[in-house]
Antibody, heavy 124, light 106 residues
Framework: EVQLVQSGGEVKKPGESLKISCQASGYNFAAYWIGWVRQMPGKGLEWMGI????????KYSPSFQGQVAISVDKSISTAYLQWNSLEASDTAIYYCARRVTEYNFGYPYYFMDVWGKGTTVTVS | SYELTQPPSVSVSPGQTATITCSAD??????ACWYQQKPGQSPVLVIY???KRPSGIPARFSGSSSGNTATLTISGTQAMDEADYYC?????????FGGGTKLTVL
């Protein structure tokens, strides 16, 4: 069974650093991009960025570029989302999700088929 | 930046058809996905590549796309379908979500 298991909730103070994790199982971790999605309290989904564990190629949403860092450790099939200095506005649930690539007449299309249960980050 | 526009809310009576739209420039060419999110739960993929349904998703969920609009249709809506629904598309290397639509089954 394909699973993404996220680390537990965190309560931090403004200015502190944080690294949350997303451990994959049940598939070839290196072969699928992993994305991160933010959901602020009572709000919608926001796409933050994505990483390819095979070569650590990373792409960020312009809204999150420079605000967070996405990384992986292939040896333990784990992706990370990191902040150097948290702000109260970082309070949210953070989801990781696997991105699948399929092809239609040679053109790729994507979808996020498996999601973690989310990590709640509270900054106060 | 690329933006997807959804109605904030849609209401439907049990057994009727619910229609949720998602609009953006040239959306038909961007292979939209739809996700269902119930309170306190993670999103679940219900439609991908505009019209495809993942295994395990009931056949009452269907998708379509034409021009600038993608549509999620739920036929014979059930109380369990009450949730937030998000469309998503990829623009170049980045993904974008719509603002979400709260589906209420009255």
């Amino acid at each position: 069974e394909v699973q993404l298991v996220q680390s537990g909730g965190e309560v931090k103070k403004p200015g502190e650093s944080l690294k949350i994790s997303c451990q994959a199982s049940g598939y070839n971790f290196a072969a699928y991009w992993i994305g991160w999605v933010r959901q602020m309290p009572g709000k919608g989904l926001e796409w933050m960025g994505i990483i390819y564990p095979g070569d650590s190629d990373t792409k960020y949403s312009p809204s999150f570029q420079g605000q967070v860092a996405i990384s992986v450790d292939k040896s333990i099939s784990t992706a990370y989302l990191q902040w150097n200095s948290l702000e109260a506005s970082d309070t949210a649930i953070y989801y990781c999700a696997r991105r699948v690539t399929e092809y239609n007449f040679g053109y790729p299309y994507y979808f996020m088929d498996v999601w973690g249960k989310g990590t709640t980050v509270t900054v106060s | 930046s690329y933006e997807l526009t959804q109605p904030p809310s849609v209401s439907v009576s049990p057994g009727q058809t619910a229609t949720i739209t998602c609009s953006a420039d040239r959306l038909e060419n961007k292979n939209a996905c739809w996700y269902q999110q119930k309170p306190g739960q993670s999103p679940v993929l219900v439609i991908y590549k505009n019209i495809k349904r993942p295994s395990g998703i009931p056949a009452r969920f269907s998708g379509s796309s034409s021009g600038n609009t993608a549509t999620l249709t739920i036929s014979g809506t059930q109380a369990m379908d009450e949730a937030d629904y998000y469309c998503q598309a990829w623009d170049s290397s980045t993904a974008v979500f719509g603002g979400g639509t709260k589906l209420t089954v009255l």
